[in-house]
């Protein structure tokens, strides 16, 4: 293992590496402390830029502008009770009330400690079990591959919004989208009315419209946003080590639940951290602070949402299985560099695994300076109006569009896909299983129709495998457990009249 982590620290011997690192966890703080942006339309945002950068380089940044932005999202609800995204809503909810207060400098300090301290205990649980997973993953074959693909989408379809039905919807969109372009197999065009789908729907292209564009319809149509006077940042510095020290317990049990549940597909950050609040309010001596401006409340929060970005990297790099939309435009970014993520990656391309273990250890001191230091401007760039910012992410997502293939059909594209966003969210229709399915689609077809030409076409191949079978039972449990509660909920409700 020590070998593994030199590995990780040698790719460091290259500068550009390092400023990659910086330059990720500055731009993530800029994305986080915007209210309604959020780490996937940052790394969506930041794609198109890598291009031209060493695979290394461009993997680092982007890692360390999701750490990043995941935090920044707490600046905002700590400043304006404006959480920059979902996961920050729980920190939201003591921070605001310190600000009040007159205590933002410490709710700050408290927030960005927390965050560091998730991120360093959460990679080395990292360390641990991605490599065995990994390891065990090279036994599967074709039908345990499907399963897993299978796998993940019905866990991200049932988890990603309150209605199955709904998440259901997405990933059939997703699924269908996968179908453009030239068969694999046979090499006929499917729904490819014109040569430039031959290769499929251009993923970058996609996945700024989704997201990006999406988000400035909707900042059009709010409007200009009133400007919130900035608060004071007195105590940012004054924070006693003893207030942290007494919540050591407190940061080991948020960082296991935020790890293993951004492991689980779908479930994400903002689950583990409303779990961690939830269970820090039941193990804490002054429950009665919680919500009204408890230390507890904002470590808990933050130590889970930012341990969850190491475990959401755990099925990626080491099964190829992207368990949010975040995860899903990370896989996307991998691929467009000639990484393919997945079980052979800790053998034919080590150093990319190690390096981002690596990278997330450094990413912790580097972020807390950046986030201390930089306080004050963090609470102006919250406050940014909102028609700047929807001119500024239009225009970087169209030019990124653009320099994809340098030509206008991946602009139209991601025009066509803002619009289709647009709609989906206006419908209360998830992103992430479409996003999900259209980057798993592949996986899940291909295998699929492997395992079928093997077995001369006998279905139950797929459940002939003790593992595959135990893979794809999960997988129709994930669809019928949130089926069984709607349908108690109903006779309750019949019932009750």
């Given at each position: 293992?020590?070998?593994?982590?030199?590995?990780?620290?040698?790719?460091?011997?290259?500068?550009?590496?390092?400023?990659?690192?910086?330059?990720?966890?500055?731009?993530?703080?800029?994305?986080?402390?915007?209210?309604?942006?959020?780490?996937?339309?940052?790394?969506a945002?930041?794609?198109?830029?890598?291009?031209?950068?060493?695979?290394?380089?461009?993997?680092?940044m982007?890692?360390?502008?999701?750490?990043?932005?995941?935090?920044?999202?707490?600046?905002?609800?700590?400043?304006?009770?404006?959480?920059?995204?979902?996961?920050?809503?729980?920190?939201?909810?003591d921070?605001?009330?310190?600000?009040?207060?007159?205590?933002?400098?410490?709710?700050?300090?408290?927030?960005?400690?927390?965050?560091?301290?998730?991120?360093?205990?959460?990679?080395?649980?990292?360390?641990?079990?991605?490599v065995?997973?990994?390891?065990?993953?090279?036994?599967?074959?074709?039908s345990?591959?499907?399963?897993?693909?299978?796998?993940?989408l019905?866990?991200?379809?049932?988890?990603?919004?309150?209605?199955?039905?709904?998440?259901?919807?997405?990933?059939?969109?997703?699924?269908?989208?996968?179908?453009?372009?030239?068969d694999?197999?046979?090499?006929?065009?499917?729904?490819?009315?014109?040569?430039?789908?031959?290769?499929?729907?251009?993923?970058?292209?996609?996945?700024?419209?989704?997201f990006?564009?999406?988000?400035?319809?909707?900042?059009?149509?709010?409007?200009?946003?009133?400007?919130?006077?900035?608060?004071?940042?007195?105590?940012?510095?004054?924070?006693?080590?003893?207030?942290?020290?007494?919540?050591?317990?407190?940061?080991?049990r948020?960082?296991?639940?935020?790890?293993?549940?951004g492991v689980?597909?779908?479930?994400?950050?903002?689950?583990?951290?409303?779990?961690?609040?939830?269970?820090?309010?039941?193990?804490?001596?002054?429950?009665?602070?919680?919500?009204?401006?408890?230390?507890?409340?904002?470590?808990a929060?933050?130590?889970?949402n930012?341990?969850?970005?190491?475990?959401?990297l755990?099925?990626?790099l080491?099964?190829?299985?992207?368990?949010?939309?975040?995860?899903?435009?990370?896989?996307?970014?991998?691929?467009?560099?000639?990484?393919?993520?997945g079980?052979?990656?800790?053998?034919?391309?080590p150093?990319?695994?190690?390096?981002?273990?690596v990278?997330?250890?450094?990413?912790?001191?580097?972020?807390?300076?950046?986030?201390?230091?930089?306080?004050?401007f963090?609470?102006?760039?919250?406050?940014?109006?909102?028609?700047a910012?929807?001119?500024?992410?239009?225009?970087?997502?169209?030019?990124?569009?653009?320099?994809?293939?340098?030509?206008m059909?991946?602009?139209?594209?991601?025009?066509?896909?803002?619009v289709?966003?647009?709609?989906?969210?206006?419908?209360?229709?998830?992103?992430?299983?479409?996003?999900?399915?259209?980057?798993?689609?592949?996986?899940?077809?291909?295998?699929?129709?492997r395992?079928?030409?093997?077995?001369?076409g006998?279905?139950?191949?797929?459940?002939?495998?003790?593992?595959?079978?135990?893979?794809?039972?999960?997988?129709?449990?994930?669809?019928?457990?949130?089926?069984?509660?709607?349908?108690?909920?109903?006779?309750?409700?019949?019932?009750?009249?």
């Open positions: 293992m020590i070998d593994n982590l030199l590995i990780g620290l040698n790719a460091f011997a290259d500068p550009m590496v390092l400023v990659g690192l910086i330059a990720g966890a500055l731009i993530g703080y800029l994305i986080g402390a915007i209210p309604g942006l959020g780490p996937s339309l940052g790394i945002l930041m794609i198109p830029f890598t291009y031209s950068m060493d695979p290394l380089v461009s993997i680092v982007l890692v360390a502008l999701f750490a990043a932005a995941e935090y920044g999202g707490a600046i905002s609800g700590i400043l304006l009770n404006s959480p920059g995204t979902a996961a920050a809503v729980a920190t939201t909810w921070g605001y009330p310190l600000t009040k207060q007159g205590k933002t400098g410490i709710a700050l300090n408290i927030s960005i400690i927390s965050s560091g301290i998730g991120i360093f205990v959460s990679t080395i649980l990292l360390f641990f079990t991605a065995p997973l990994s390891e065990y993953a090279l036994n599967f074959g074709p345990a591959y499907f399963a897993l693909a299978l796998l993940g019905s866990l991200v379809s049932s988890f990603s919004s309150g209605s199955l039905l709904k998440g259901a919807l997405a990933m059939g969109l997703g699924l269908a989208l996968a179908t453009v372009g030239l694999s197999q046979t090499g006929v065009p499917r729904f490819s009315y014109h040569p430039d789908f031959f290769e499929g729907l251009p993923l970058v292209p996609v996945l700024l419209g989704l990006a564009i999406s988000e400035v319809l909707f900042m059009i149509e709010a409007g200009a946003s009133h400007k919130v006077k900035n608060q004071p940042m007195s105590g940012i510095l004054e924070v006693p080590f003893k207030t942290f020290y007494k919540m050591k317990y407190l940061f080991l948020s960082s296991l639940i935020g790890y293993f549940v689980i597909p779908g479930a994400g950050a903002s689950i583990g951290s409303f779990i961690s609040y939830a269970v820090a309010k039941r193990f804490s001596k002054q429950p009665e602070l919680f919500g009204n401006g408890s230390y507890e409340g904002i470590a929060s933050e130590t889970a930012n341990a969850s970005v190491s475990g959401s755990s099925p990626l080491a099964l190829g299985i992207p368990g949010s939309a975040t995860t899903a435009i990370m896989i996307g970014a991998l691929m467009i560099h000639g990484v393919q993520p079980p052979l990656l800790f053998t034919t391309n150093e990319i695994p190690y390096t981002v273990f990278s997330l250890w450094l990413s912790v001191p580097i972020m807390v300076f950046i986030g201390l230091a930089g306080a004050r963090w609470a102006k760039v919250a406050d940014i109006p909102r028609p910012i929807a001119a500024i992410v239009a225009s970087i997502s169209l030019i990124g569009a653009y320099a994809s293939t340098s030509s059909f991946p602009v139209y594209v991601a025009l066509t896909f803002g289709v966003g647009y709609v989906l969210r206006k419908a209360n229709i998830p992103l992430a299983p479409v996003i999900l399915a259209l980057v798993l689609g592949d996986m899940l077809e291909t295998n699929l129709r395992a079928l030409s093997i077995s001369n006998d279905v139950t191949t797929l459940i002939a495998n003790p593992l595959s079978a135990t893979l794809l039972a999960i997988a129709a449990l994930s669809f019928l457990l949130p089926a069984l509660g709607m349908f108690r909920k109903k006779v309750k409700g019949y019932r009750a009249h």
